[in-house]
């Protein structure tokens, strides 16, 4: 990086910077576009489960290869279901509150003056873009983007003709995932390296707010399972391409031939899969557990109840969230053993969750609240765990799985506290270091407006598939009525889909109030929340390194 | 700060209290009066444990949302802040863990009692039943008199001779199979089920909602699980796990028929 400040073109101050400033902005732009791709995919989603034989004339003009005479294909649906939760859990979620907010705020947080690799940080970020760049190449491929879903089970994904999308679009899903997994384990050792060896001398990991060690948890997490997954998709990628049969069985015969190859295991692409897929979801929460702990005490004016205990709790959640994996897989053929082992790690994990939520409440009791757009997020976020959390319990218990298993119900779960958790994160962070990023402050009105539609429409949308799920519906279905049993929720999926639009249409606001406000918000001071860390002694706008 | 932030009791915070109250209040009753599907096998404890955790979920679902309402609701009282309280703390995990624990030690009990079959020496024989899965259909047979499946090759499968699943009819113990036609599943009511589950291509989910059985149909193994059907009727039958394009329209039928007609309706089936 070049030294002085004043002859430096935009190209290396704005786009290829080694500031983790300018990085965390770029995530969050990045991300934020991504997440209009994965929203606009879950709309078509919910479009043909609410109304599965309509003709979509004006949709079909648009993208022609995924209808017929208005119809939409199924294995365009099946694409639509792939994509949308491959993008949303990396690409936006993960993207937006680690690569994002973990990169701004790290070094600041810690009183360190830049993260402890700048280059390697800038070659994260290029990689994920790169990454993101591959995985929207797919949809553009003959045969369609993968379509086996965003768990990519083989022998579905490892067999090119068992689904259209098992072609060259599985081949790109399985690059840019490697490709995005490179830039998090980069960024993932970046982070460690910084939060444990450049705290300003004094600072205690005890001292650090509760997103910092939020990050820490991340990056372990991340470093250790992410692995699992680069191992899976390249065995996969060679059973796809070299012959191989890491996860294809002997004896297969689809559509009438035998396939070749033989003596593999499809559940082991389950247990690589999910020794990653597990920690991911806690990779998901995290930070908004730690978002939500310090906004607390900003906004009541003192720190959150029981700090220490927070910290074991994240701890706790970290380590257990390597124990549980099989609760994804408890119908699946394997040991009942494994099976009852995986419910007790699984229920138990819930201890320290509710700790955290107990430690919540008496941060807010008897407090005096200041109800800014941030803390609204954040009090979301209190009530998204709690909801969220408390239908994971049951998931966990084997034989109640039994019956829940891939119906809406776990579509339900995993939307309220892990999709819905990690974006009321996004929306809590951006709001409340808006004037750190850009030395303004977001409209409050616009703010509070934008959170009170979006936690509305948020639960209209999900909280129904509860009930959906618990009548027998199952999930990535192109057409439940198909099932005389289910003709009785076609009411509740119009009303889902509906509110499903009302919540895209709200985030209208939050896009009008972030783009306005760059340009025409009140100018804010250097701590406009008084707040009590670091990031906030720094003076707004961020001036660039020296 | 520039504005003066609204605080507790204030108008939003009323505004918010009232749309979280409505929510708590819609969903609590929404879920409370929810039901699962008739229930027609004899693995009703799925639904105990179920009404039990939708008892406890609700009132910690309720307990925490009230709480999320007084804190907006009422003006605060600084000499009743809560301080940090070590007994407290570990009063209220040690009470988490005890319902957690004591859900856990119920979970284990029933998972037992569902698995096994009956071990009552005297009871008729289980009906076993070998089902395989498919892209796009489910094929149902049974074993027939001598009790044992007849060999299959996957590379004796034609599906223009509609030999499915393989069968070698050159094995003796083939001849007496009963292969049922793809789709349709004929029980006798009363009588234990015992499933082998093999697929022969994909990850398949053999699902009925009203039995509460759904296992995963998985490639290179056979798995077995058993259920009672204690209803007579017609249950459809899902697939659960994404197989294909065709996922959605892999619809099975069982016709649980009372055991006296159960012979003669098979029978009928499977001309």
Aim: hydrophobic share 50%; glycine share 10%; net charge neutral.
């Amino acid at each position: 990086m070049s030294g002085g400040g004043e002859s430096r073109g935009i190209l290396s101050r704005y786009v290829f910077s080694l500031d983790h400033r300018v990085i965390g902005l770029q995530y969050l732009m990045t991300a934020m576009g991504m997440a209009l791709v994965g929203g606009l995919l879950a709309l078509l989603v919910r479009m043909q489960i609410a109304w599965p034989s309509h003709e979509f004339r004006a949709v079909s003009r648009l993208l022609p290869q995924g209808f017929d005479e208005g119809i939409m294909k199924p294995e365009f649906y099946a694409a639509l279901f792939t994509m949308h939760g491959t993008i949303m859990i990396f690409f936006v979620l993960s993207a937006a509150l680690i690569g994002g907010f973990g990169n701004y705020l790290i070094p600041l947080q810690v009183g360190a003056r830049d993260m402890a690799f700048p280059r390697l940080n800038a070659l994260s970020y290029w990689i994920y873009l790169v990454s993101s760049v591959v995985m929207l190449a797919s949809f553009f491929t003959p045969s369609g983007p993968a379509a086996s879903g965003w768990t990519a089970y083989p022998p579905l994904s490892a067999l090119k003709g068992a689904i259209a999308g098992s072609n060259l679009g599985q081949d790109l899903w399985l690059v840019a995932m490697a490709l995005f997994i490179l830039s998090f384990t980069l960024g993932g050792l970046n982070f460690l390296a910084t939060i444990v060896a450049l705290r300003r001398p004094g600072l205690l990991m005890m001292d650090l707010p509760l997103f910092t060690w939020a990050m820490f948890f991340v990056a372990i997490l991340g470093l250790l399972a992410f692995p699992s997954l680069t191992a899976a998709s390249i065995m996969l990628l060679l059973d796809r391409h070299a012959g191989t049969s890491f996860f294809i069985p002997t004896g297969l015969v689809l559509s009438g031939e035998a396939v070749q190859g033989g003596g593999g295991s499809p559940i082991l692409w389950q247990h690589l899969f999910w020794f990653l897929g597990h920690p991911e979801v806690y990779i998901l929460m995290l930070p908004s557990l730690g978002i939500t702990s310090d906004l607390f005490g900003v906004f009541t004016g003192r720190r959150v109840f029981g700090y220490a205990s927070m910290v074991y709790a994240m701890a706790l959640i970290s380590g257990m969230s390597f124990l549980v994996w099989g609760h994804h897989m408890f119908v699946s053929g394997m040991s009942p053993f494994l099976g009852s082992a995986f419910a007790v790690t699984t229920t138990l994990i819930a201890v320290p969750s509710g700790v955290k939520v107990f430690n919540w409440i008496a941060s807010l009791w008897n407090r005096p609240l200041r109800l800014t757009t941030p803390m609204l997020w954040a009090l979301g976020i209190f009530s998204l765990f709690v909801t969220g959390g408390l239908s994971g319990i049951w998931l966990g218990q084997t034989q109640i799985d039994i019956q829940l298993h891939d119906t809406a119900f776990v579509v339900a779960h995993f939307h309220i506290i892990m999709a819905g958790a990690a974006l009321f994160g996004v929306f809590a962070g951006v709001h409340y270091w808006f004037p750190l990023f850009f030395g303004r402050l977001m409209n409050e009105r616009l703010g509070i407006a934008h959170f009170l539609l979006t936690f509305v429409f948020y639960y209209a949308t999900f909280f129904p598939m509860h009930l959906a799920g618990l009548q027998g519906q199952v999930r990535r279905v192109y057409d439940p009525y198909q099932y005389d049993y289910l003709k009785p929720l076609a009411s509740m999926n119009a009303f889902i889909t509906w509110a499903a639009v009302a919540l895209a249409i709200s985030q209208i606001l939050f896009f009008v109030n972030f783009f306005w406000s760059l340009k025409k918000g009140n100018p804010a001071g250097p701590n406009p929340w008084t707040a009590p860390t670091l990031e906030w002694s720094e003076p707004a706008p961020a001036e660039e390194n020296a | 700060m520039s504005f003066e932030a609204p605080k507790n009791g204030g108008a939003l915070a009323r505004l918010f209290a009232f749309l979280t109250a409505a929510f708590v209040a819609w969903s609590a009753y929404a879920l409370a009066t929810s039901s699962l599907p008739p229930l027609a096998a004899n693995r009703g404890r799925i639904d105990s444990a179920i009404a039990l955790n939708l008892v406890i979920s609700g009132i910690v679902f309720l307990g925490a949302h009230v709480a999320l309402l007084l804190v907006l609701l009422r003006r605060p009282r600084e000499a009743r802040i809560p301080h940090e309280n070590a007994r407290v703390e570990m009063l209220w995990t040690a009470l988490t863990a005890i319902v957690l624990v004591a859900l856990l030690v119920n979970s284990e009990l029933d998972s037992r009692a569902l698995a096994g079959g009956s071990t009552d020496p005297g009871a008729e024989p289980p009906v076993v039943v070998e089902v395989v899965a498919q892209q796009f259909a489910w094929n149902f047979r049974l074993p027939g008199e001598d009790g044992i499946f007849g060999r299959t090759d996957p590379r004796l499968v034609d599906q223009a001779e509609l030999n499915f699943i393989g069968l070698d009819r050159k094995d003796p113990a083939a001849e007496d199979d009963i292969i049922l036609p793809q789709g349709l599943l004929v029980l006798p009511e009363g009588r234990e089920v015992r499933v082998r589950l093999r697929s022969l291509d994909v990850i398949h989910s053999f699902f009925v909602a009203p039995f509460r059985v759904k296992r995963d149909a998985m490639p290179g193994i056979a798995t077995e699980f058993t259920f009672t059907p204690t209803l007579s009727g017609r249950f459809e039958l899902a697939c659960a796990e994404h197989c294909g394009l065709g996922h959605y329209r892999m619809r099975g039928m069982v016709e649980v028929v009372p055991k006296a007609d159960w012979a003669a309706r098979l029978k009928e089936a499977v001309q």
